[in-house]
């Protein structure tokens, strides 16, 4: 039998298998509408062009949905994709969204695999049970935990000193890294919530030389962590500077010091794993950026986790929790709680154009 072209939502056609099995649904659900639409149309474009580019056999489509990234629409995208009898979903770019959808899809058995949501929705939280979501990108525990690990090594002999900006991201960020911190016996010489915001931070880094801190991790913004670097060379105080994925963030005011450190995943498109992604959307036309390669990997994920199901025993939930899969991404493999176990973050310094990976 040749094999079959089938025509997904908004025309976006896949090529299905000669494999005499049905075809499987996969549904996407992201924000096409809206001022989220672009970051939407990201998610879209991965998820298709990794399909197209399966050779797998698995015969598949696409259905597509649009969530407007509210709780109203979760809740529609969700039954909209149960209508149409899918048997997985990707997507996702908020929380609020997936917090309507998840009961909806998880009454029949459906899972997630979202590139983008990090954190527990409050619906996860309060179960007895894990729903079904997996996560692509890293976990809040894992940031906090690894960043720990790191600054570990670096610091097992400097005088440090760990500070955020009083948001709630900044602040649990900074306590997850002290906390890990001091599981390994390292403590800071000076911990405080500045105030983020200023064109210059010099009282902020005159009571960080009187606390002889010469390291600082900061939990805030890179605009914060800027002036903080501004207000260092201002002072003449040879401070190191080191902070999170948020300096990756475009800058409204004015740079990064030279030599800022930032402990983040490196951008997926620099990844060696991902070449034959990111070939693939260029290809097609797209540009490799924001979240078109991480929905790439989630529907790698997808289509490996429906070969499995060929073979193995078990709901498509209990194989994504008991397999691992190769992907653009490198390898990925969830926990209990669909979270990915990985070790993705990576030191790297700031150079006055970019951050590039520090290997000593």
């Given at each position: 039998m040749n094999p079959m072209i089938r025509a997904a939502t908004f025309g976006l056609c896949l090529a299905a298998s000669s494999v005499a099995h049905a075809e499987d649904k996969i549904g996407v659900i992201a924000p096409l509408s809206g001022p989220f639409a672009r970051l939407g149309t990201q998610v879209v474009d991965g998820a298709t062009i990794a399909i197209a580019a399966n050779k797998s056999g698995q015969a598949v489509s696409i259905t597509t949905a649009d969530d407007q990234c509210s709780a109203a629409g979760g809740e529609a995208a969700a039954k909209?994709?149960?209508?149409?009898?899918?048997?997985?979903?990707?997507?996702?770019?908020?929380?609020?969204?997936?917090?309507?959808?998840?009961?909806?899809?998880?009454?029949?058995?459906?899972p997630i695999i979202t590139p983008a949501i990090r954190a527990q929705t409050l619906t996860e939280l309060r179960a007895d049970q894990p729903y079904p979501v997996f996560r692509i990108a890293p976990s809040d525990r894992n940031e906090a935990n690894e960043t720990g690990d790191t600054l570990?090594?670096?610091?097992?002999?400097?005088?440090?000193?760990?500070?955020?900006?009083?948001?709630?991201?900044?602040?649990?960020?900074?306590?997850?890294?002290?906390?890990?911190?001091?599981?390994?016996?390292?403590?800071?010489?000076?911990?405080?919530?500045?105030?983020?915001?200023?064109?210059?931070?010099?009282?902020?880094?005159?009571?960080?030389?009187?606390?002889?801190?010469?390291?600082?991790?900061?939990?805030?913004?890179?605009?914060?962590?800027a002036a903080i670097g501004r207000s260092a060379v201002a002072l003449a105080y040879p401070l190191v500077i080191v902070s999170g994925e948020a300096l990756n963030a475009t800058g409204n005011r004015s740079d990064l010091a030279i030599g800022t450190l930032m402990i983040a995943p490196r951008e997926p498109q620099t990844l060696e794993s991902a070449r034959n992604a990111k070939n693939a959307i260029e290809l097609a036309g797209k540009v490799p950026e924001g979240y078109t390669i991480p929905t790439?990997?989630?529907?790698?994920?997808?289509?490996?986790?429906?070969?499995?199901?060929?073979?193995q025993?078990?709901?498509?939930?209990?194989?994504?929790?008991?397999?691992?899969?190769?992907?653009?991404?490198?390898?990925?493999?969830?926990?209990?709680?669909?979270?990915?176990?990985?070790?993705?973050?990576?030191?790297?310094?700031?150079?006055?154009?970019?951050?590039?990976?520090e290997t000593n």
């Open positions: 909209q994709l149960v209508q149409a009898n899918v048997v997985i979903v990707i997507g996702f770019l908020c929380a609020e969204s997936l917090e309507a959808a998840l009961p909806i899809l998880n009454q029949k058995g459906i570990a090594g670096l610091w097992h002999s400097e005088p440090f000193a760990i500070i955020d900006d009083g948001t709630i991201f900044g602040r649990e960020l900074a306590a997850g890294v002290r906390a890990r911190l001091e599981e390994k016996g390292l403590k800071p010489v000076f911990a405080d919530t500045y105030r983020p915001g200023l064109d210059n931070q010099n009282a902020l880094v005159s009571r960080l030389k009187r606390a002889g801190a010469t390291q600082v991790f900061v939990g805030g913004e890179r605009d914060d962590v790439y990997a989630a529907a790698e994920v997808t289509l490996q986790v429906l070969t499995a199901a060929q073979s025993p078990g709901s498509l939930t209990e194989l994504l929790r008991k397999n691992v899969f190769e992907t653009a991404l490198g390898t990925i493999q969830f926990n209990a709680r669909g979270e990915r176990i990985a070790d993705s973050y990576r030191l790297q310094k700031y150079d006055g154009k970019q951050f590039v990976l």
